[in-house]
């Protein structure tokens, strides 16, 4: 018998995965700095490989392409608020578990408005009467986007996480569309600069500093979703819903109204990220608008656990080696896709540690044979 139990522990794996239990918060941010600290060196073996160049010499020019200069400061902090606003956009709707995928035509709807509104009321209004109409378009635009999957999942129970991420699709050919009749010179086919000469419709410097009021307002909307989220009844009622439907109808709670207003508020913040894109950075329009932070928000607000001051962090991070990494592509003659690799590889470290911080790996140890 003993032998048969031996031959059985013989055939047993040397590692067994098991879930965690629970891990604190020191742990978990422990786990996460020593992925990013895998990362780093990760990727200076890439850029070894690539460049030739010394990996310290590099970073170093990885900082100064981010925040070496002033100009280069404020593009990343303007990359970071943009990012960070379309996260915190997505955090309601991931609290309740209705996956959102559609944030990038969410806020190319909400830049399509945006850029309506500069080109036929920009020399009708002045410009604070046009920004509020600019807030108000491109949230109204946003918040459409993401009602009709909002409804369809809460009267038919269809999958929000195709119908949202096909809605990303329908938005890029209406651009199209609108580029046909915004297209500045003809044939172009481009929307060009809008306004560039009376600049209508385009954020105000604030303090001197022309970026200032992006800060100010995606600080602001993190500030008011993280209270919302915490204190307020409805940031209780997304989380009973996210834990079970059964458990909130349960409870009283209203699921159907309940997914519908928080993709109301969840599109309206997305469709404002279009606004501070096009009139508080680019001030035109493009399929390329979004540039894809609508899935990397995803990753930033699914690493963050959904913690509006953590996304600050993992924003700044990502926004940072993304910067920096078109600098050290430009310096050393790097075709533009070598930053995206770079972030590419950052992304699978810091994403594979999660893995590491639910679950955990034990060394399988033999027992003694019981005499």
């Not at 902090?77 to 956009?89: F, K, P």
């Not at 807030?135 to 999958?159: C, E, Q, R």
């Not at 309206?268 to 501070?276: F, H, P, S, V």
């Not at 080696?321 to 790097?334: D, E, H, P, R, V």
Request: hydrophobic share 50%.
């Amino acid at each position: 018998m003993s032998a048969e139990n031996n031959a059985i522990a013989n055939r047993e794996p040397l590692f067994r995965i098991t879930k965690r239990a629970g891990i604190s918060a020191y742990k978990a941010w422990a786990i996460r700095l020593t992925a990013v600290v895998f990362a780093l060196v990760a990727c200076g073996l890439v850029i070894v490989a690539i460049t030739g160049q010394n990996p310290i010499k590099v970073y170093l020019s990885i900082i100064d392409g981010a925040v070496g200069r002033s100009r280069r400061f404020w593009v990343t902090v303007r990359e970071m608020m943009t990012l960070l606003i379309i996260a915190i956009g997505l955090t309601p709707a991931f609290r309740m578990k209705f996956w959102n995928i559609g944030a990038e035509g969410q806020l190319l709807m909400g830049g399509a408005a945006t850029a309506a509104m500069m080109i036929y009321f920009g020399d009708t209004m002045p410009n604070w009467l046009l920004l509020v109409l600019i807030f108000a378009a491109s949230s109204l635009a946003g918040m459409i986007w993401g009602v009709i999957p909002a409804v369809f999942k809460a009267y038919f129970n269809t999958n929000e996480t195709l119908f949202t991420l096909m809605l990303n699709y329908v938005a890029i050919q209406i651009i199209n569309f609108c580029i046909v009749y915004w297209e500045n010179p003809v044939g172009s086919n481009t929307v060009g600069i809008i306004n560039s000469a009376t600049q209508k419709g385009w954020f105000p410097k604030l303090f001197g500093l022309t970026y200032g009021w992006n800060v100010v307002i995606v600080l602001a909307i993190t500030f008011g979703i993280y209270i919302y989220m915490k204190y307020g009844k409805h940031g209780y009622e997304i989380a009973v819903v996210g834990e079970s439907h059964n458990t909130a109808r349960y409870a009283g709670i209203d699921v159907k109204k309940v997914i519908i207003r928080t993709m109301i508020l969840s599109g309206a913040i997305c469709g404002l990220a279009g606004a501070i894109i096009v009139s508080g950075g680019s001030h035109t329009i493009s399929v390329s608008t979004g540039g894809g932070r609508g899935f990397t928000a995803i990753i930033v607000a699914w690493m963050s656990k959904f913690n509006p001051w953590a996304m600050i962090l993992v924003t700044a991070f990502l926004v940072f080696m993304q910067q920096g990494s078109i600098q050290i592509a430009t310096k050393y003659g790097l075709n533009e896709n070598a930053s995206d690799i770079i972030t590419g590889i950052l992304l699978f470290f810091l994403i594979g540690c999660e893995f590491f911080i639910n679950y955990k790996v034990e060394l399988h140890r033999k027992k003694k044979e019981v005499q």
